[in-house]
């Protein structure tokens, strides 16, 4: 059973920073690609950042080029989001989700998906 649970959420001041964890259960999902999707209330859930399984490759969504940092550390089954400069736009639930190498913004195309954690950026 393939499990993906998020932490590290809360609420911050506009301008702050927070960084999300997201640790992988078994040895062979955990080193799979993974990539955080966002969702805010009443708005449809929207690509991040998403990393390659060996951490070489990125790739973020426009809005948090620059802001956000997307790592990996599979010695610990763990996936990172650092999110400096945050926005109050930038409020939302944020999953981590994982596919066997798939990294991009489309979600169907992951197989596994946390619970969520939630962010909120007060201004």
């Known amino acids: 059973q393939v499990q993906l649970v998020e932490s590290g959420g809360g609420l911050v001041q506009a301008g702050g920073s927070l960084r999300l964890s997201c640790a992988a259960s078994?040895?062979?999902?955990?080193?799979?690609?993974k990539a955080w999707f966002r969702q805010a209330p009443g708005k449809e859930r929207e690509f991040v950042s998403g990393i390659s399984w060996s951490g070489t490759n990125t790739n973020y969504e426009d809005s948090v080029k620059g802001r956000f940092t997307v790592s990996r550390d599979n010695a610990k089954n763990t996936v990172y989001l650092q999110m400096n400069s945050l926005k109050p736009e930038d409020t939302a639930v944020y999953y981590c989700?994982?596919?066997?190498?798939?990294?991009?913004?489309?979600?169907?195309?992951?197989?596994?998906w946390g619970q969520g954690t939630q962010v909120t950026v007060s201004s």
């Open positions: 078994g040895r062979t999902f955990s080193t799979w690609a």
């Open positions: 989700a994982t596919a066997r190498f798939y990294y991009g913004s489309t979600a169907e195309e992951y197989a596994y």
